[in-house]
T-cell receptor, first 113, second 113 residues
Framework: SAVISQKPSRDICQRGTSLTIQCQVD?????MFWYRQQPGQSLTLIAT?????????ESGFVIDKFPISRPNLTFSTLTVSNMSPEDSSIYLC??????????FGPGTRLTVT | GENVEQHPSTLSVQEGDSAVIKCTYS??????FPWYKQELGKGPQLIID?????GEKKDQRIAVTLNKTAKHFSLHITETQPEDSAVYFC????????????FGAGTILRVKS
């Protein structure tokens, strides 16, 4: 199974600022995903990030708010832009390994004050 | 789009007893159904999955069953142990459409010793 790390593990940010979350996979993967998990809630898919193409966003999430980069087959970043307290959540990245399994990172716990 | 319902929301069992968590899905095109275990402060861990061409799958103390006709699938944990205490999430996806996981709301499992 893929081993996934995320940086930072947690952060406290001021409203109006931006935070970039890094996701590193220990092997090359085609598909990576970004999810949001609000406190005590389930996971919601933000976007799919395939290397070499633009990220595809789910309904309710837009590129201006959550820009994503995928520069190679082992790395991706998610930026949370112009943050408000409503963005306080856990942000998780995952990677798909054949045939279909998705493995998750430990998450980034974001608090916006 | 896909909708996944999960029951119960909380489940308390005595150590050694069995635990069953049930999920229903709405999209008949869904063909991949993983289960995740999430411990406090950690990312979700894939514990077992099943594909639509299989009715049942077992891995030691855990098993998953799938009823495609009724569109529901279940997680069975036998001989529960205190370390099984966690939040369990079911999910569904359609592999051909990018394997975007739609998660259930989660079940808090407490195993009392």
């Amino acid at each position: 199974s893929a081993v996934i790390s995320q940086k930072p593990s947690r952060d406290i940010c001021q409203r109006g600022t931006s935070l970039t979350i890094q996701c590193q996979v220990d092997s090359q993967v085609t598909m990576m995903f970004w999810y949001r998990q609000q406190p005590g809630q389930s996971l919601t898919l933000i976007a799919t990030a395939n290397q070499g193409s633009e990220a595809t966003y789910e309904s309710g999430f837009v590129i201006d708010k959550f820009p994503i980069s995928r520069p190679n087959l082992t790395f991706s970043t998610l930026t949370v832009s112009n943050m408000s307290p409503e963005d306080s959540s856990i942000y998780l990245c995952s990677a798909e390994q054949p045939p279909y399994e998705q493995y998750f990172g430990p998450g980034t716990r974001l608090t916006v004050t | 789009g896909e909708n996944v319902e999960q029951h119960p929301s909380t489940l308390s069992v005595q150590e050694g007893d069995s635990a069953v968590i049930k999920c229903t899905y709405s999209d008949s095109a869904s063909n991949y159904f993983p289960w995740y275990k999430q411990e406090l402060g950690k990312g979700p861990q894939l514990i077992i999955d099943i594909r639509s061409n299989v009715g049942e799958k077992k891995d030691q103390r855990i098993a998953v069953t799938l009823n495609k006709t009724a569109k529901h699938f279940s997680l069975h944990i036998t001989e529960t142990q205190p370390e099984d205490s966690a939040v369990y999430f079911c999910a569904a996806s359609t592999i051909q459409y990018g394997n975007k996981l739609v998660f259930g709301a989660g079940t808090i499992l407490r195993v009392k010793s």
